[in-house]
């Protein structure tokens, strides 16, 4: 049983205002929680939809050949990979080689100077003045004489005379 | 979410009897026989699979995108002997994906630290500009609405954008998920959660805008 409104006994009667107590005692028309429940169920699936449907607009295109370049990289890679033996075959066998040449260097340059200088060529000069060189030395030193105690056109005629010419220089001396 | 040493390996929490057919598996299984042919169909099914995952992780700024697909497969042709089927196949090759991810993240990081550094050469905000791979006639309005979907996707966190994009755009189980990063179903289940929920916030404003 609803309460009746209170009333003042002694208040003038107002048939509107009565009616509208009345009225307010009706409360708010509500939904059922199962079904409150099911329609918040839909919104959120039809949320979910909408946002799939908008995820799903977002298209990622595959670069024309790209299967064909990664097998060429593959490819590439499987070769590279087969030689790399090869390579290191290749690096061991240089560092042997240099190996090898500096420890001949020495014992090389050694012999020539050892053999007296004819076999040793620019390496024994490396190592010290060669037995030719030292031979020519005397040579040399006539040479600058030439240069300091003879004129050009002395000088000249000197070069050009063989040590063989023993009569001409027999009258360069006469007629000196 | 750190993934395990080796994928070949790692024990896969979907058995191979779950999974009905996948010809990925079978073509792996061909080509160990020495079936080159199946390679060259692995290549030509899962190049575009790999590169699209790369574009939605990484983002489509990233120039090093398909050189991370030839990685991809250069990985898995290092790895074809040890592989066993026991999983599908491309929960298999997106581990192989989500380890590259995670290296061009941090890399991309670090080179990013690096610029600020010597923030008056270069500027820090020096960046190659945005590519939208967009078709042509694709109008104007829906170009904006793929644009905002592509940044509320790269603004998620790296976890939860994985997670997202393979459950997404992969169809991934959560479980699948879990075996590609190394972690758990549930933790993948909250993380998807959480991600729609940013994007669902995010986006929602376009969804009376496309009315579909």
Redesign the interface.
Known sequence: MTPRPEQDPGAPRAPRNELDQWLGLDPDPRLPDVVRQRIHEQLAAE??R??????G??V????VD??D???A??RA??RRRRFRPVGWVAVAAAASLLLAASMGWNPRGRSAESAGGSAGGAVAALDGPSAELLAALPLLESLEFLEQELDPFEQEVALLVDPGDAVFLELLELGG | MTPSKDPARRPQSAAASDVPSDRGAELMVAWQRGDEQAFHELVETYSGQVYALLTRFLGRRHPRREDLVQETFLRLVRAKDRYTVSARFSTWLYTIVWRLCINETERSRSRQELSLDGAGEDGPGFELPESLELDPFVGVARADVIREVRAAIAALPDNQRIAMVLARYHSLSFAEIADVVGSTDKAIKSLIHRARETLRARLQPLFEREAI
Request: aromatic letters at 0%.
């Open positions: 949320d979910d909408m946002l799939d449907a908008v995820l607009l977002d990622v295109d595959r670069p790209l299967a370049r990664v097998r990289a593959v890679d499987a």
